[in-house]
């Protein structure tokens, strides 16, 4: 269960990214059809990268989820939701394969054949994979530092705005 809650954000993040992403495509029309060998390396990069292990956990997940929303509404029922919920996710087992599918796409549709082959040349340089490494971190390290200046700066303002109220004689 822990596990299941630990993996539930990123898989959220990750299926709301693929989701929030729909509408814009839509707007751009059908996609030009990707080739297969452009498929074939927007997926080997999504390999590369791990990008699955975002979303690993996505089916357990929403059927958890989904189960306590029903049990909230439904409370008569959690018993019978409680029992319902493993069969549930058994059958739909294996569904998030339907993301990487959809990011292959995406990606296919976003770059070129030749890009997509180039960026599986790099992801598998030692630079490249470097980068794969070190980014999670890097990226954790840059959101603690922006939610660290946010902190600060929203003091600042507030500064600010003291500032200006006692030039207009009002104290906040």
Known sequence: MKSVLKFLPAAALAVGLFISAAPAIAQQGTPPKSSPAAIAAAKEILTLKNASAMYANAVPGMVEKTKVALIQQNLNYQKDLNEVAPIVAQQLAGREKEITEGMAQVYASEFTEQEL???VTFYKSPLGQKLITAEPKAIGLSMAFMNSWAQNFTETVMG?????MRKRGKDI
Not at 160 to 164: N, W
Request: proline share 0%; charged share 50%; hydrophobic share 50%.
């Open 117 to 119: 082959k180039d960026l």
């Open 160 to 164: 600010a705005f003291r500032a200006e």
